[in-house]
């Protein structure tokens, strides 16, 4: 039990890291996000081969997986987006709202009743949003990304829901990364075009230099290797011997984490207000009490299936 903890909270930690490594890696939001879904997907093709684990996907359920992969690659351009354009704080605390989003959208997708305590609880959470970006102002269009991140977060999740029992996550996670890789490619000459000084190869210093951290290849395999795909591994083995409701709660841990690397890493609190705090707290407020009402012992541990360790 106490080893499942140390993988699950382990993995949450590396989670977490995506924020500050996001702010580390040099290039633009649309080329980092190419890079990331492309080196993923080879991690886990040579992980799938070597371990003889293909899995068929069905024709309907691999059309899911592939609107899937384009709304993530959308979702993480518009996250690294919030972080170029903010910082990895702002983009991790208005993230967080995704949980919220994700309830109010499911009894939509899925044909369920609402809940009026979902919808007060949606409120509470664009309430602290609206808060952040009254005294942030000066990050606006950071916090604007931010948002549309959470929300692209919510619909796939909504939608990995439908077919996350069906197939092992590994698998889910190669699909959703090679066609979002191949969504970005075909919307990356837009970003050459309207930005022509967009940079598209990664900076890559000499690893014992004293400039080694500069180097972006270094960050891209961290960031795709280790906070993708040996978390995903860390939370799927913890899965196993933890409760639903322990591995949920230690989950949403996970912008907490980011946030506290960044301030330790970039001193990004120095940069922020009371405002921030205030909009900070009224967020997460939401998010402990949506855990609070819906995890209960008959809740099936579903969460970091169809999350898939993908942040």
Partial sequence: ???????LH????????????????????PVLVWYRMLLTALFMAGILTYRRQWTPVSRKDMVQLILVGCLMGLHWVAFYGAIKFANASIA???????????????????????????????????AGVYFIYQFQQLYGLGIVFGVIAAILSSVFTVLNKRVAHKYPAR???????????????LL??????????TRFFPTATNLFGEQFWQNDWLWLVVLSLCCTVWAQSLALTALKKLSSFTVT?????????????????????????????????LILLSVVLQMARL????????????KGGID
């Fill in 1 to 7: 039990m106490k080893k499942a903890m140390i993988s």
């Fill in 10 to 29: 382990a993995a949450v930690l590396l989670w977490g890291f995506t924020g500050v490594l996001g702010r580390a890696i040099s290039l633009d939001a």
């Fill in 92 to 126: 991790l605390v208005c993230l967080s709202t995704a949980s919220v989003f994700t309830s109010l959208l499911d009894p939509f997708v899925n044909k369920g009743k609402y809940d009026y305590r979902e919808v007060l609880l949606g409120l509470l959470a664009l």
């Fill in 171 to 185: 698998t889910m996670v190669f699909y959703e990364m090679t066609t979002g890789w191949l969504f970005i490619t």
């Fill in 188 to 197: 990356l000459p837009l970003q050459f075009i309207y930005l022509p000084q």
């Fill in 249 to 281: 709660l230690s989950v949403n841990l996970e912008p907490v984490y980011g946030m506290l690397l960044a301030f330790f890493f970039y001193h990004e609190n120095k940069d922020l207000s009371s405002g921030f705090f205030v909009g900070m707290g």
């Fill in 295 to 306: 995890l209960r012992p008959k809740l099936s541990g579903g969460f970091v299936e169809e």
